[in-house]
């Protein structure tokens, strides 16, 4: 008998035997204020020990390789493998080490029908080549993001299923797409391959390819983003989000560390 269903997990991934301080910080904010649901470290086989304290974690573990590039991580985290891992679960939540969170809003957030949100993209090259000239344009950060578990094994199974080429050189991947975008074919299904052989990071296919092969995948639109997270330009978002933090950030001691300072627990 299938188990029941729960609604969230929050996934961790971990690849380092001793964390930074700036990285305890993250991991000090999700204790706070995320502590009463499931959480499970995605980690290699490698690791034999871990020095971050987390109530409860739960382990799995993956080979090696995906934690060895951003490259074979963007793999892990576009296949079916990855996915199935959480089919118990309706929702999960990516907290990379680099996320901060500020409040417990992840129930209301599950809530609200989203396949994908993430912090909204400003500015993406590939986002805008993606896309014909004045459509609407979605993107969404993958470090803090929530993901419906159900929608993105669809998506798989549909890209895959219409799969006519594959290729383990992230060269001749990205040679794909600059001769969609040369063809003008670039904001059609232009990857013919399974999404790990998407040439860029995992959240650019989540964002901007998904909804080509799942016409009901749903990314959560700019301003909503907003309210979910900020990533890039901080004080941009702040003042755009009408003076209010998110529920969450991510990669906050790289974009603007100052701004975050004074949000973070003592």
């Known amino acids: 008998m299938r188990k029941k269903i729960k609604k969230i997990a929050i996934v961790i ?36 020990k871990i020095s971050l304290k987390i109530p409860k974690v739960q382990l799995i573990k993956f080979s090696n390789e995906y934690f060895a590039s951003v490259e074979k991580y963007s793999e892990l985290l576009t296949s079916k493998l990855f996915y199935e891992q959480f089919i118990n679960y309706e929702y999960i939540l990516i907290y990379q080490m680099d996320a901060l969170v500020f409040s417990d809003q992840l129930m209301e957030w599950c809530h609200r029908g989203y396949d994908y949100i993430g912090a909204p993209l400003f500015n993406s090259v590939i986002n805008n080549l993606s896309y014909k000239k004045g459509e ?120 603007d560390r100052n701004f975050w300072n004074q949000y973070l627990l003592k």
């Open 13 to 48: 991934p971990y690849y380092k035997v001793y964390l930074s301080k700036d990285e305890e910080i993250s991991i000090n904010h999700l204790n706070k204020f995320l502590k009463n649901y499931d959480k499970f470290l995605i980690l290699p086989y490698s690791i034999k």
């Open 136 to 255: 609407t344009i979605k993107g969404a950060n993958g470090g803090f993001s929530l993901r419906k578990v159900t929608s993105f094994l669809k998506v798989i199974s549909i890209t895959e299923r219409l799969a006519t080429r594959t290729s383990n050189k992230t060269n001749i991947r990205k040679l794909w797409f600059i001769l969609a975008v040369f063809m003008n074919k670039s904001h059609n299904r232009w990857l013919n391959a399974p999404p790990r052989d998407y040439p860029f990071n995992e959240d650019g296919f989540w964002s901007f390819e998904a909804i080509k092969y799942h016409p009901k995948f749903k990314v959560a639109p700019f301003n909503e983003a907003l309210k979910f997270s900020f990533e890039r330009f901080p004080r941009r978002c702040f003042k755009l989000n009408s003076y209010q933090l998110p529920f969450g950030c991510h990669a906050w001691s790289k974009n």
